[in-house]
C-alpha cells in the first residue's frame, strides 16, 4: 500500500538556520502531498500541499516540491524562527474501501533555538 | 468559515470505563468526518470514516465503535476502555468535493489508568 517516510528528529537548528525535512513516499498512481505541523499540545494544522507532480506548495516561508522521479516531497525553509518549533508530518492521500484517508510518517520534531 | 471543535480537550478514565467523544463541525455542510489517533510517538492512524449521516467505515478492528448521528456532528465510543486506547485523538473534516484535503480539529488528550 501507500506509505510516507521520514527522517527521523529531533532536529535542532539556531534561529535563522536553514531547514531541510526529508520525505519519501511509496504510491501506485499520483497521490495529492501535504505537510502538517503539530504545535504542542494542539491539534494539526495543514501547511501546505502539491496535487501533481512538479507542484510546489508553499506557504509561511515553508516549502516542498513534488518530485516524481524521486519520490520525494522534502519540506524547506531558509530561515526558521523560534516559533516553527513543532512536530511536522508529511501525509499522501490514499483512497481504501471507505474512500479518502491520509497516510501519515511518524513525524519529525524541529526546536529552534535562539 | 469553517471551525472545528472537539471536547473534552483532556479526559482520564478508569480501564473498563466508558467512553463518548464529541466533534462538531460548523460553517460546511455534508463534510466528510474522520477520527484518527496519535499514540504517544507514534503516528497518526485512521480509525473511523464517515461520508454522511449514520454511514460509518472502520478502518481498523478495535475496541472503539463511532456515530454520526447529525450531518456536522461524529461521535467516538467505547464501552469498556482498555488501556491501550490511552492516546491523542483528532477528528477532522474534509469537503465533499475535495476530499483529499483534511482539516483537523484540536484532539482530546485520553489517559486511562
Known amino acids: 500500500g501507500n506509505s510516507v517516510t521520514q527522517m527521523e528528529g529531533p532536529v535542532t537548528l539556531s534561529e535563522e538556520a536553514f531547514l531541510t525535512i526529508n520525505c519519501t513516499y511509496t504510491?501506485?498512481?499520483?497521490?495529492?502531498l501535504f505537510w502538517y505541523v503539530q504545535y504542542p499540545g494542539e491539534g494539526l494544522q495543514l501547511l501546505l500541499k502539491?496535487?501533481?507532480?512538479?507542484d510546489k506548495g508553499s506557504n509561511k516561508g515553508f516549502e516542498a516540491t513534488y518530485r516524481k522521479e524521486t519520490t520525494s516531497f522534502h519540506l524547506e525553509k531558509g530561515s526558521v524562527q523560534v516559533s516553527d518549533s513543532a512536530v511536522y508530518f508529511c501525509?499522501?492521500?490514499?483512497?481504501?474501501?471507505?474512500?479518502?484517508?491520509?497516510?501519515f510518517g511518524k513525524g519529525t520534531s524541529l526546536l529552534v533555538t535562539p | 468559515s469553517q471551525t472545528i471543535h472537539q471536547w473534552p480537550a483532556t479526559l482520564v478514565q478508569p480501564v473498563g470505563s466508558p467512553l463518548s467523544l464529541e466533534c462538531t463541525v460548523e460553517?460546511?455542510?455534508?463534510?466528510?468526518l474522520y477520527w484518527y489517533r496519535q499514540a504517544a510517538g507514534r503516528g497518526l492512524q485512521l480509525l473511523f470514516y464517515?461520508?454522511?449521516?449514520?454511514?460509518i467505515s472502520s478502518e481498523v478492528p478495535q475496541n472503539l465503535s463511532a456515530s454520526r448521528p447529525q450531518d456536522r456532528q461524529f461521535i467516538l465510543s467505547s464501552k469498556k476502555l482498555l488501556l491501550s486506547d490511552s492516546g491523542f485523538y483528532l477528528c477532522?473534516?474534509?469537503?465533499?468535493?475535495?476530499?483529499?484535503?483534511?482539516?483537523f480539529g484540536p484532539g482530546t488528550r485520553l489517559l486511562v489508568l
Open positions: 477532522a473534516w474534509s469537503e465533499d468535493r475535495e476530499q483529499e484535503t483534511q482539516y
Open positions: 504510491a501506485t498512481g499520483y497521490p495529492s
Open positions: 502539491a496535487t501533481k507532480a512538479d
Open positions: 501525509a499522501l492521500s490514499d483512497i481504501s474501501n471507505s474512500g479518502y484517508a491520509l497516510n
Open positions: 460553517g460546511t455542510s455534508n463534510p466528510n
Open positions: 464517515s461520508v454522511g449521516i449514520g454511514q
